[in-house]
């Protein structure tokens, strides 16, 4: 089955700079060359990804991101054909109001909308918010969520009275058409029943082959345990140029702007994350700038300052590809890449490393 190939909306800024802010972090760095997430500038990426036949984009959430759902509403009519997978959190919205909010967009937006469940992983990211559930609570909230969104739309009435949510008589004045895929991420023992039971898609961040492909298995066999199928998908940075030292002199180039001092105040406040998602990015490095290639190709350089996505693909666009073939063949469909700036890696990887997927029958 070929694979499908997402790109990202960096509507939290962009630029030449992989320094930032964390979601947890309580102020957002802006980069010398800095390129706001003006609606102007989303619209470039977004009409790049969609002429350069990407399936979709990511709209991410987070304390620094403009808001995922009106960042959507907006860039849907600046493009064709591109698919939106729009984040966001459960216990922020109601599940009948998310429901129908999901159900008006996938009518104007004539099937376009994808949805991506993030629980939360961080305590002090959530509380900004109100929430102040614990990191288990909130998973137990989302299985109750996704149970009441998805009865709404397949039904024309739905009660239910749960630990976190009580409706009665919720309904939508129609269902979506196509009902969005829905698609999870989250690597603890609270995540993989809830990934397992009601997700189309289940997301993991880029850690070496093996070790991913360890991590879905198990939420295969919690899928089939419930008679369900669940599709999979990786989330990465990728720099791939014409020539392997090229690729590597651009990483090089975004390590050399990066001071302990960041690289330890990053480190620290990940270690300390409640998501086991996260801590197990961190581990990838643990802080450390020499021993960067995890894995012939992938490269842990970014993690050591940006949460949540941390590892990279890196190199020439042949051994970009073939890195992708090798998570392809242990069982991923899906691959969400980003790269800075995202406008021009847009094109590089699009050009350079999709047709050679193409020969290989994986895009």
Not at 46 to 61: F, H, N, Q
Not at 99 to 126: P, Y
Not at 186 to 192: E, R, V
């Amino acid at each position: 089955m070929p694979a499908k190939f997402f790109w990202f909306l960096p509507t939290n800024g962009d630029s030449r700079s992989i320094v930032g802010a964390s979601h947890a972090s309580s102020h957002h760095t802006v980069p010398a060359n800095y390129r706001a997430p003006s609606r102007r500038y989303l619209a470039e990426v977004a009409r790049a990804a969609d002429r350069l036949g990407y399936e979709g984009v990511l709209t991410p959430t987070g304390t620094w991101c403009e808001d995922a759902w009106l960042t959507a509403s907006a860039l849907l009519a600046e493009t064709e054909r591109l698919k939106f997978l729009v984040a966001f959190r459960p216990g922020l919205v109601p599940p009948t109001l998310a429901a129908q909010q999901t159900a008006t967009l996938q009518r104007f937006s004539e099937g376009r909308v994808l949805l991506n469940i993030v629980s939360g992983g961080d305590d002090l990211e959530q509380r900004r918010f109100g929430d102040w559930l614990s990191h288990d609570e909130r998973y137990a909230r989302t299985g109750e969520f996704l149970q009441i969104v998805q009865s709404v739309w397949a039904q024309e009435s739905v009660d239910f009275k749960g630990d976190y949510y009580t409706v009665a008589d919720a309904r939508v004045s129609a269902p979506p058409d196509p009902v969005p895929q829905i698609y999870f991420g989250g690597s603890s023992g609270a995540a993989l029943p809830i990934a397992a039971q009601y997700v189309d898609v289940y997301l993991t961040w880029g850690e070496p082959p093996h070790a991913a492909a360890a991590k879905i298995e198990n939420v295969r066999a919690l899928a089939e345990q419930r008679g369900r199928n669940v599709r999979f998908g990786i989330r990465l940075h990728t720099i791939s140029r014409d020539t392997s030292a090229a690729a590597w002199a651009v990483a090089d180039e975004l390590m050399a702007e990066l001071t302990p001092d960041q690289i330890t105040k990053a480190t620290e406040l990940h270690a300390k994350s409640e998501s086991e998602g996260q801590r197990r990015m961190t581990a990838l490095h643990g802080g450390r700038v020499d021993q960067l290639e995890i894995y012939p190709n992938l490269w842990a350089g970014v993690g050591l300052v940006r949460g949540g996505a941390g590892t990279a693909l890196v190199g020439s666009h042949e051994e970009v590809a073939n890195l992708i073939y090798e998570y392809h063949s242990l069982g991923f469909d899906e691959f969400i890449l980003s790269g800075y700036p995202h406008l021009e890696e847009a094109y590089w990887f699009a050009e350079g490393v999709l047709p050679l997927l193409k020969q290989k029958g994986v895009a």
